[in-house]
């Protein structure tokens, strides 16, 4: 298979490049070059398999040129060994809501599903090809824990994460900072998540910068991550979906990864209506689908600290998209941004974009209220981030089934939750030490100097 960046649709890549640059050269991130599409027979064939045997399937579609399916099997069965339920996700039902739970690996957020992988990916290509790498993330919560539980104590890596100072829950923060192993190395930035991913982003284009320490990323610009995550697409619709049906996908949205692994899921032929941008006050995503501009604002700090989010950097890959794949039409656009702080989409392209999404945000009141309802009616409790995905799906009442993506673990969440619901929720078993144990991090200010004086100190091997 071969990869384009979104900048550039001439110049080919590899999976291996694609996984370990995580961010082209040129700005852009990597698309492949033609998507897979199952077959109605294939789809037939893959309905009954477990979580780990689809993901085999779906993992190597993309990767081929790098692993054999051995390989794959292998990644896949050490990284979901230590998940707390076999299927890896678990699926509820609640009237005409289907909870998918995606929160049952070691940090208790959906990230550890596409990361656990990863991590096992890195070792692989890294003595495939006699490598070291630093790794630099921003996070805005989630990430950066289960980067930090997928890289630590592995050879040849180190990782640096950022993280803004204050802005993200206390549970959150200890998944990180606990942890001790001489390759993590914890930045708190005394400021949001925006300006967090901006600095990793300077430094990613920063090329004598990003050479020098061999600098890599696993943002989730990093493709790998979203085709990890179109396995549970798959896997939810042949649980839940009865013969052909469309059913919609309610996704929790910041940064446009996740809801994208829904729209190529559709792409390869799975018969997706709509997929469903759930955001909280950070609306952007909203407001550039119902007018066509895409315009960052400035970034409101929310009980779903997650998705606090106004430059949802996968959104390009959509664009793209809509734009027929030309990389002149998105260069023109992205200079647009720069220039003028926002881009317009054209009629078509938003057409085209509306087909397959709708967008609703969800203000904090009714996220509590969302809380104190599944509590009081569904006797669940569920965290903020998953409460906007239910409450956004509520107010558009579509037709047919809706899966909503529960994105977090209420006790990571667990002062809202307790505010809303008067129960403090509480973490799974082996997991509450973290509480306890002492944190190790650096407190930088926004100095991009600082920042990398910082890491050229620690990258060495
Ligand atoms: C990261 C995250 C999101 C947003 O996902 P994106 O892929 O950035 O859109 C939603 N909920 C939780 C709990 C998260 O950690």
Redesign the pocket.
């Known amino acids: 298979m071969d990869y384009i960046s979104t900048r550039n649709s001439q110049k080919n890549f590899t999976f291996k490049d694609v996984f370990l640059k995580g961010l082209a050269s040129d700005g852009g991130l990597f698309v492949p070059k033609k998507i897979p599409k199952f077959a109605s027979q294939e789809l037939e064939n893959l309905k009954n398999l477990s979580y780990k045997e689809l993901a085999i399937k779906i993992i190597l579609k993309f990767c081929k040129d790098e692993f054999n399916e051995k390989e794959i099997r292998d990644l896949v069965n050490s990284s979901y060994k230590n998940f707390r339920v076999d299927d890896v996700v678990k699926i509820k039902k609640f009237g005409k809501i289907n909870l998918l739970e995606l929160?049952h690996g070691p940090t208790l957020?959906?990230?550890d599903i596409a990361m656990q992988v990863i991590g096992n990916m890195y070792e692989k290509i890294l003595k495939k090809n006699n490598l070291k790498v630093n790794i630099v993330v921003a996070t805005?919560?989630?990430?950066g824990a289960a980067a930090i539980s997928a890289i630590r104590d592995r050879k040849n890596m180190k990782i640096f994460v950022l993280h803004p100072e204050n802005k993200i829950s206390e549970v959150q923060r200890k998944f990180m900072t606990t942890v001790d192993s001489n390759n993590v190395f914890n930045i708190a930035l005394a400021s949001n998540f925006d300006e967090c991913q901006k600095f990793v982003k300077l430094m990613f284009a920063d090329n004598d910068f990003r050479n020098s320490i061999n600098m890599t990323g696993v943002n989730?610009i990093n493709w790998s991550r979203i085709v990890i995550?179109i396995v549970y697409y798959f896997f939810s619709y042949f649980k839940i979906a009865k013969e052909n049906e469309k059913i919609n996908y309610s996704?929790?949205?910041?940064?446009?990864?996740?809801?994208?692994a829904g729209y190529i899921a559709k792409k390869m032929g799975l018969p997706i209506n709509k997929l469903i941008i759930a955001t909280n006050s950070n609306d952007i995503l909203k407001r550039a689908i119902s007018t066509g501009i895409y315009k960052p604002l400035k970034v409101e700090h929310t009980i779903?600290p997650?998705?606090d989010?106004q430059v949802?950097s996968?959104f390009e890959r959509l664009v793209f998209d809509a734009c027929s794949c030309s990389s002149d039409k998105m260069i023109k656009l992205m200079n647009d941004l720069d220039e003028r702080g926002e881009f317009k989409l054209e009629k078509n392209q938003l057409e085209k974009i509306s087909k397959n999404f709708c967008s609703e945000s969800l203000s904090e009141q009714e996220t509590k209220s969302v809380i104190k309802d599944m509590h009081n009616k569904q006797k669940i409790l569920v965290?903020p981030?998953?409460a906007v995905a239910i409450g956004v799906a509520n107010k558009m009442s579509l037709e047919g089934n809706t899966v909503i993506?529960a994105?977090?673990h209420p006790s990571?969440f667990s002062e809202t939750v307790m505010k809303a619901t008067g129960i403090k929720p509480d973490l799974p078993e082996n997991l509450e030490n973290i509480l306890v144990t002492k944190e190790k991090y650096e407190k930088l200010p926004k100095d991009l100097k600082k920042i990398k004086n910082y890491i050229l100190e620690r990258c060495n091997y």
Do not use: E, R
């Not at 805005?140 to 990430?143: A, F, I, V, W, Y």
């Not at 949205?253 to 996740?258: A, E």
């Open positions: 929160f957020a959906f990230k805005s919560g989630d990430t989730s995550q996704v929790p949205t910041g940064n446009f990864g996740d809801i994208f779903s997650s998705m989010i949802a996968n965290d981030h998953t993506l994105t977090a990571k």
